[in-house]
């Protein structure tokens, strides 16, 4: 890539990454996992939240950013969140407009499926994930495009958009309603999994709301570990939990989908600032 394209090649700790500027805003995108590590509008803060304890090794997932987990979300295989966010992607192409820059990576083939990731960055982030089922055979897809959150601090930020939404809340495996704006005090590892809806994270400290918008989903994980799960993860500062919060675009829990032979499925996130 050369400099005239607006993406160039460096590095993020160890690992390859892609670094994409234009008039509308910059990035930086890992090949490790197809995983972008970081999202600036132009003039704006980072939306985008990357653990300083992060791992940057080709075995192990990257803390931070947007993992793609992909064939399965969560412990539905080995390993945990899939196998995409631990592939070495490769670059395809780079479609520059003004003011809009989209990567597209060379399919992942694994197994009898297939991923493609596009990434675009401009005034809007969008993640495309689309799945191919090449095989004779169903198969049962769930994924999730993970994205981070940097927050000013996670207990004055309020996230907004599933008032009424059922959701798991997977640390005691019960079902509940959501009554008003989420408010985070404690752990937190929710699927709301019957939603199409666009979240906001309203935070004041910062003058601008982040959307997360989404298609294909209709599903959408709340996670925050705080405290005593902080502790617990070597890639996962002890007090990093008050300034991230994840809302996960997904397809998981009752969102799972049956993937006939022959046909595509694609999970996009879009993400800004408004
Ligand atoms: C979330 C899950 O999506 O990802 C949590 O709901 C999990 O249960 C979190 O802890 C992080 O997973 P990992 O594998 O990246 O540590």
């Known amino acids: 890539m050369s400099e005239n394209t607006g993406v160039t090649m460096g590095t ?6 892609l670094n994409v500027k234009n008039e509308s805003a ?34 192990q997932p990257i803390r931070g950013g947007i993992p793609v987990c992909w064939p399965w979300f969560g412990s539905a295989g080995d390993p945990k969140h899939g196998v995409a966010r631990l592939y070495n992607w490769t670059l395809k192409d780079a479609v520059c407009k003004p003011g809009s820059t989209k990567l597209i990576f060379e399919p992942f ?38 994205s981070y959150f940097a927050v000013s601090d996670i207990s004055k930020i309020e996230i907004s958009g599933l008032d009424r939404a059922e959701f798991i809340d997977t640390l005691n495996s019960t079902r509940h309603i959501q009554e008003g704006v989420i408010r985070i005090g404690a752990e937190t590892d929710r699927i709301y999994d019957h939603t199409p809806a666009e979240c906001v994270i309203s935070d004041p400290a910062f003058a601008k709301k982040i959307h997360i918008r989404k298609d294909g989903s209709m599903s959408t994980v709340v996670w925050n570990p705080w405290i005593a799960k902080s502790k617990m993860m070597p890639d996962f500062g002890d007090d990093e939990y008050t300034g991230m919060v994840c809302v996960e675009t997904t397809n998981a829990a009752n969102d799972t989908r049956t993937l006939a032979p022959g ?8 993400l800004f600032l408004a």
């Open 12 to 17: 993020w700790k160890n690992l390859p990454v």
């Open 109 to 146: 083939q694994w197994n009898d499926l297939t991923a493609s990731v596009a990434v675009t960055v401009a005034d809007k982030l969008v993640v495309e994930l689309t799945t191919e089922n090449r095989g004779k055979a169903d198969f049962r897809l769930s994924e999730a495009l993970h």
């Open 26 to 59: 910059e990035a930086v995108i890992a090949l490790h996992g197809a995983h972008v590590l970081s999202y600036k509008p132009a003039g704006e803060r980072d939306l985008l939240w990357l653990s300083e304890k992060s791992w940057a090794e080709a075995d």
């Open 263 to 270: 046909k595509k499925h694609t999970l996009t996130t879009i």
